[in-house]
Structures are given as structure tokens and as C-alpha cells.
């Protein structure tokens, strides 16, 4: 988390109205399938709970019907009355049927209920994994045009969404489909001329359930981007929120999340109306097939081609295909929003990842610390090369100095040799090996960097130290402590090196955040040391600290070390001058400043003698 490129005037530029527009809803759809296919044992409890339990709830209407009749039929013979003992011997055994069938449909649909809430809890719980796990693999090319506040919008709201509708909505929708298809066989083999009505009845509701999901289709979208943007602002607000104050933009900046809030609040809100408004509409749609029912029902009773039992099942399997119907229109709603949401997660886990090692990687046994650049190109974009034809040579043990002005190509430069990005052209070698011949595991193990942004990570000063190196003993953390100079000020904490520290909470200052990255770094032991701008944020006399603790650290290493501070680098073996991502010069601090150089212009404009004020 450490490794931030500051040369963001080399990086392709963030449009933050641009944002991914789902494209394939179909394919989404048979991706989360294949994902639920990965659970098939609980697939199939599910399958099978649910086709017994809608079974069994739609045999009730059957049962129910041939009570009635029995009764009329009953009553038409012998007239009305009768005892308690006839009713029961009428109703008894259908009752008792009616009984066991409810009993086991809510018991097979517990089964069902509880399975899928675990299979949709285990599926996103994978998502969550992959997408985690995508993160690391991801190179820094993506996160340099991406927001990351939109990032943490794919990894947490639209996740989030997703799982709501698996557990919830995909469960109704499967019992409501399996309820339609059952009903409507037992209502073809009762009457199909009257099915046939009723269906085509219930077929308004189907088209007016397609065109207001194409319109929830838009406006989730709508409402998923809006609050990606509004993520990315706040994220942006709570990281720079002492730079919106050190210059007074606390209304400016109120303003535009105040803009962005509102625009986000009316996508939600359209978002919300159509989603839940749709209930409503389809529901009253769906009574027609009802109201149809009860009256071709009653002319067909009247000309005695249908009893009133078989009747009274019709109106119960409406009811039963028309609350499905209903349910079906609402998750197809909740479902285009779904997608939405899944297609992000999907375009991330999509992603191009940092390229593969070769299948033999090579292993470095023992580093000499050799570094050579053999006529390297490189751009952040193809069509704009920043580096052109770049070559060097350093020896083991040097200390190579690179400076030049803001967007030259300094920390390019190293961030090339971490692999960090790939070339475009030419090689990089460390002891004559070509680095794309190593393990990223191999070779950033024997490359270190200190940076300027001292990111630290939330937990204690000794888990910090260590973090690259997580088997270190305690005797070992401290040891790179005081070689770094820090052991005294960790000491003087409340708990140690087992206080519990974040990395911006403001517990400790800037010089020592930076000492702390320095330990983590000798703790590890690189041969290669990388320090971009480490002094570059702190006062003179922790920078004289710092420089105290990488003289120690750069002992018996290569060193590459980014500084704009000319003063602290004239020991360097040799100084790198860059512009415009090559070159330019290359020398001593001595022998650059003896010619008329670049160097030497930058040299005397830091310390040329301010005007006498007369």
C-alpha cells in the first residue's frame, strides 16, 4: 500500500462522469447460476424442498373443492342438517389431509428457506473472497484510472445488493415460478377453456411488468453511479480534509457533496418509486383473472358444467399465480438492480491482472546488487511514451541519486524496476538476469523502498515493523528499531512497540512514521534499497534523523534515492538528472557542478543568497 506514484501528471486522467454501463444482463445472470452451481448438493435440497412444498400447498385447493362438494352433494340428498358425527364424517378426512399437506409444505419450505440463506450467504461470502483476493493481483495501471472511492462502492454497496437479492428476492422468485407452473397444470386439467382466460387476463400484468423493468433498468443504474460518485467525493473529503481547511474551502467543498447528495438522493428516490410502485399496479392487474374467475366460474355453476368446489379451487389457484405474479414483478425489478450491481463486481474481477511469471521463474540464490537499464521504454498509455530509450549501468554497493523536476520520470523510474508496471521496450537486469525472468515474489524481496507517503496500517508499532516480514521475533523488531533510531521515541509510548496505532490517527508525527517505515525496511534486509523523497515532509532536524538511519539502512546495499533536496545526496556514487522521462545527465555531485549542466542550474537556484531588502 506503501508504493503511491506521485507522477500523476504522467497517468491517464480520471473522468469521473464516465462510468461502466452494464452491457449484458443475461450473462451476468448465467454467471451468478454457475456460481450457485458450485453448491450443487444444497442446489438440489433446494430444488427438491421446493417442488414438494409448492406441491403439497397446491394440492390443498383439490382437497378443499372436493370437502365442498362432498358437502353439497351431501346436502342435496339429504337435505340441510344433520349431526356433528355426519360433518365430520364428510370433512374428516379431507381436514385431516388438508392438515398434513400445510404441515409438510412449511416444513420442506423451512428446509428450503434455511438452505438458501446459507448458499446465498456462502456465494457472496466467494465474491467477497475473489474480489478481494483480485484487488492484490490488480496492477497499479488500474487504480491509477480508477476512483477509489468507486472501487469501495463495487466491493461494498453493490455487493450488498447483490445479497439482498439472492437470499430474499431469488428465493421468492423460484417459489413463485414453481407455484404458477404447478397451478396452471392443475387448472389446465380442471377446465382449459377457462385457464386460457384467465392467463390471458394475467397477461396485461407480464407487459406492464417488462416496460417498468426496463425503466427500473435505467434508473438502478442511474442510482448505482450517482452513489459511486458520491463514495468517491466523500473519500476524497476525509483524506484531504486537512487541505480543505488549511485553505478555507469548507463551504466549497459542502457545496459539492451537497450537489452530488442531492443528485444521488433523486436517483434513489426514482429508483425506489419505480422498485416499490410496481407492487401495487401489478397487484390490482392481477385481480382481473380473479374477478374473471368468479363470473365465468358462476355462468359455468348456473349451466351446471362445473361445481362449486372445482370453483372455489379456480379462485385459489388465481389467488396462488397472481401473489407469484406479483412477487415475480417485483424481484425482476429488485433483479435489474442486482445486475447492475453484480456486472460491476463482475468488471472487476474481470480486470486484467499484473502478467503471469513465467512458468520456471528463475531464483536469485545470492543478490550482488548489479542493476542495469538496457535502452528501456515505457508510457502509461501506448500512444504516449514517457521513456524512450532509457540505459544505465550501476554497480553493487552505489548509491545512485535521481533528480529532477516534478513529472521528469523519477519514481517511473524505480517503479519500473519493482515491476510495479511492465515495459514497453528494452530490459532491466539485476546481476545480468532479466527481472521478467523472476518471481514478483523473488524479486521484491530483495528490493526495499521508504517512501514519502508513510502509510502505516492499523494495528501495533511492532505488527507495523515487521509487516514485511511477519515471523520476525520481538528481539529482531527492535533491533531494526534502534538501528533506525526510533527504538527511544517507541519506548516512550504508552504500551510500547504494542501500542495500537492507524495510519493517519495522529498519535505520531510525520519524522516518525517515516523512522518506522525505515525500520520495516531494515528488518527485511533488501539488497536493493529504494528512498523516494523520504526527507521531503519533515523539519531539518528529523530529516537530519532520517538521514542518520538511511546511512545505517543503505550500508552494503545499491541504492536508488529520489530527493529534491540537492544538499542531501552529494555522497551519491552517482546523480541521475531526468526530464521529461529520460536522462539528460549523469555524474558526480563534483563533476556535474564543474559544467555548465541542468544539475548545476537546479544546484544554484535552491541555493542562491536571498536579496539584501533595503
Known amino acids: 500500500m506503501e508504493a503511491k506514484n506521485t507522477q500523476k501528471s504522467e497517468r491517464p486522467s480520471i473522468n469521473p462522469e464516465m462510468v461502466d454501463a452494464p452491457q449484458n444482463a443475461k450473462k451476468t445472470i448465467k454467471r451468478l447460476v454457475a456460481l450457485l452451481l458450485e453448491q450443487k448438493a444444497a442446489v438440489v435440497v433446494i430444488v427438491l424442498s421446493t417442488l414438494l412444498s409448492i406441491g403439497l400447498f397446491a394440492v390443498t385447493p383439490l382437497i378443499l373443492g372436493w370437502a365442498i362438494d362432498a358437502l353439497i352433494n351431501t346436502m342435496r340428498v339429504n337435505g340441510p342438517g344433520g349431526g356433528f358425527e355426519e360433518l365430520a364424517e364428510i370433512i374428516g378426512v379431507p381436514l385431516m389431509m388438508l392438515a398434513a399437506a400445510y404441515l409438510l409444505s412449511a416444513c420442506f419450505s423451512f428446509v428450503q428457506e434455511y438452505t438458501m440463506a446459507s448458499v446465498g450467504e456462502k456465494l457472496v461470502l466467494s465474491l ?18 480508477h ?31 414453481v407455484n404458477i407452473i404447478i397451478s396452471i397444470v392443475v387448472m389446465l386439467s380442471l377446465n382449459a377453456f377457462l385457464t386460457v382466460l384467465i392467463l390471458l387476463a394475467m397477461s396485461i400484468s407480464v407487459v406492464a411488468t417488462k416496460w417498468i423493468s426496463a425503466k427500473n433498468f435505467k434508473v438502478a443504474l442511474n442510482n448505482q ?22 485553505f478555507n474551502r469548507q463551504e466549497a467543498v459542502t457545496e459539492t457533496v451537497k450537489d452530488i447528495s442531492q443528485r444521488q438522493y433523486e436517483a434513489n428516490k426514482k429508483a425506489q418509486f419505480v422498485m416499490f410502485a410496481i407492487y401495487p399496479v401489478i397487484r390490482f392487474l392481477t385481480q382481473l383473472g380473479f374477478v374473471m374467475t368468479a363470473i365465468v366460474g358462476g355462468i359455468l355453476v348456473v349451466n351446471n358444467t362445473m361445481s362449486i368446489g372445482v370453483v372455489q379451487a379456480f379462485l385459489q389457484y388465481v389467488n396462488q399465480i397472481s401473489e407469484p405474479i406479483t412477487q415475480a ?46 535502452n528501456v521504454q515505457f508510457g502509461y498509455l501506448p500512444e504516449k511514451m514517457l521513456m524512450k530509450d532509457v540505459s544505465l549501468t ?25 515491476r510495479f508496471y511492465e515495459l514497453n521496450g528494452g530490459r532491466i537486469l539485476i546481476d545480468d538476469i532479466d527481472i521478467r525472468e523472476l518471481s514478483k515474489s523473488q524479486l521484491r524481496k ?57 495510519g493517519e490517527d495522529g498519535s505520531l508525527s510525520q519524522g516518525e512514521m517515516q523512522l518506522l517505515t ?19 515532509s519533515v523539519d531539518t532536524r528529523t530529516e537530519l534523523a532520517i538521514q542518520n538511519a538511511m546511512v545505517q539502512i543503505m550500508e552494503g546495499k545499491t541504492s536508488f534515492v529520489i530527493a529534491h533536496r540537492l544538499s542531501t545526496i552529494k555522497t551519491a ?13 549523469k555524474g558526480t555531485h563534483a563533476g556535474l557542478l564543474a559544467e555548465e549542466t541542468f544539475y548545476r542550474q537546479m544546484y544554484e537556484s535552491q541555493f542562491a543568497a536571498a536579496p539584501e531588502v533595503g
Open 573 to 585: 556514487d552517482m546523480i541521475l538528472v531526468m526530464k521529461d522521462g529520460d536522462i539528460i545527465e
Open 225 to 246: 453511479s450517482a452513489l459511486g460518485e458520491l463514495n468517491s467525493q466523500i473519500e476524497e473529503l476525509f483524506t484531504g480534509n486537512l487541505i480543505v481547511k488549511t
Open 147 to 177: 476512483q477509489t472511492g468507486d472501487l469501495l462502492s463495487r466491493t461494498t454497496n453493490d455487493l450488498d445488493r447483490v445479497a439482498e437479492v439472492l437470499k430474499t428476492g431469488l428465493l421468492q422468485f423460484i417459489n413463485g415460478a
Open 394 to 418: 550501476v554497480k553493487p554497493n552505489e548509491m545512485v541519486a535521481i533528480v529532477g523536476p516534478t513529472g521528469a520520470g523519477k519514481t517511473t523510474l524505480v517503479n519500473l524496476l519493482m
Open 446 to 502: 530483495i528490493v526495499g523502498m521508504v517512501l514519502q507517503d508513510t502509510w502505516l496500517f492499523n494495528g501495533t508499532i511492532a505488527e507495523n515493523i515487521a509487516y514485511g516480514k511477519m515471523d520476525a521475533t520481538r528481539e529482531e523488531i527492535v533491533a531494526a528499531a534502534a538501528a533506525s533510531r526510533c527504538d527511544h521515541f517507541i519506548r516512550t509510548l504508552p504500551q510500547g512497540y504494542d501500542t495500537v496505532i492507524a
Open 518 to 536: 525505515i525500520a520495516r525496511v531494515m528488518l527485511v534486509n533488501p539488497t536493493l534499497l529504494i528512498l523516494d523523497e523520504a526527507t521531503s
Open 128 to 145: 467477497r473472497q475473489k474480489i478481494s483476493e483480485k484487488i492484490t493481483k490488480l496492477p497499479l495501471r488500474y487504480f491509477d484510472s
Open 329 to 374: 414483478s417485483y424481484f425482476l425489478n429488485s433483479l435489474q438492480s442486482a445486475m447492475a450491481s453484480a456486472e460491476r463486481v463482475f468488471d472487476v474481477l474481470d480486470e486484467e491482472e499484473e502478467i503471469n511469471e513465467l512458468p520456471a521463474a528463475r531464483e536469485l540464490p545470492k543478490t550482488q546488487g548489479a542493476v542495469t537499464f538496457e
